[in-house]
T-cell receptor, first 113, second 108 residues
Framework: KAGVTQTPRYLIKTRGQQVTLSCSPI?????VSWYQQTPGQGLQFLFE???????NKGNFPGRFSGRQFSNSRSEMNVSTLELGDSALYLC????????????FGSGTRLTVV | AQRVTQPEKLLSVFKGAPVELKCNYS??????LFWYVQYSRQRLQLLLR??SRESIKGFTADLNKGETSFHLKKPFAQEEDSAMYYC??????????FGAGTILRVKS
């Protein structure tokens, strides 16, 4: 079956702009989580959605937001981009709260210039 | 607070030597522990989870609650094991706290 699909793979944006990243989970997976990966901070949890509801949120400013649709696809949005937002953004899906283990996508590489 | 510590940024071993990647955690409850691996130019993938008590690609990890550790071990390293390894903790709910990662280099 298809894995977790993230689009686009690469993005270049300028400071102050906003960006939307998309994630399609594995079919049947209802939990979608987002992570930011940077060389300095490593992998950090952004938020998790389950059945269109945000269940968990990490310690990121309100400029970072997300949503989940009825088909479990998810988007995350970053507004008023800063240089420090340059990172690899990873999406992960799993079946439910029981932690069977996440399946990660290949990520979206965001560069803010 | 939930925290995962991987004390080694880089571990270099010879092919056929034993491998132990260290992971210590801080969590007051009963955590779920995982090891994830990222091979060069590939996506992050689950290697094993403690609750399964399984062995994947010859790797095992035992949760030691007394020492709050979840070290990853393999008796004989292979060159294809070279990768970045992340230890991760879940304290409930689908939120993972990752360690900084350890690069494993297996030399021939």
């Amino acid at each position: 079956k298809a894995g977790v699909t993230q689009t686009p793979r690469y993005l270049i944006k300028t400071r102050g702009q906003q960006v939307t990243l998309s994630c399609s989970p594995i079919s049947g997976h209802r939990s979608v989580s987002w992570y930011q990966q940077t060389p300095g901070q490593g992998l950090q949890f952004l938020f998790e959605y389950f059945s269109e509801t945000q269940r968990n949120k990490g310690n990121f400013p309100g400029r970072f937001s997300g949503r989940q649709f009825s088909n479990s696809r998810s988007e995350m949005n970053v507004s008023t981009l800063e240089l420090g937002d340059s990172a690899l953004y990873l999406c992960a899906s799993s079946m439910d709260r029981d932690n069977y283990g996440y399946t990660f996508g290949s990520g979206t590489r965001l560069t803010v210039v | 607070a939930q925290r995962v510590t991987q004390p080694e940024k880089l571990l270099s071993v010879f092919k056929g030597a034993p491998v132990e990647l260290k992971c210590n955690y801080s969590y007051s409850g009963s955590p779920e522990l995982f090891w994830y691996v990222q091979y060069s130019r590939q996506r992050l993938q689950l290697l094993l989870r403690h609750i399964s008590r399984e062995s994947i690609k010859g790797f095992t990890a035992d949760l030691n609650k007394g020492e709050t550790s979840f070290h990853l071990k393999k008796p004989f390293a292979q060159e294809e094991d070279s990768a970045m390894y992340y230890c991760a903790l879940s304290g409930g709910g689908n939120k993972l706290v990752f360690g900084a990662g350890t690069i494993l280099r297996v030399k021939s």
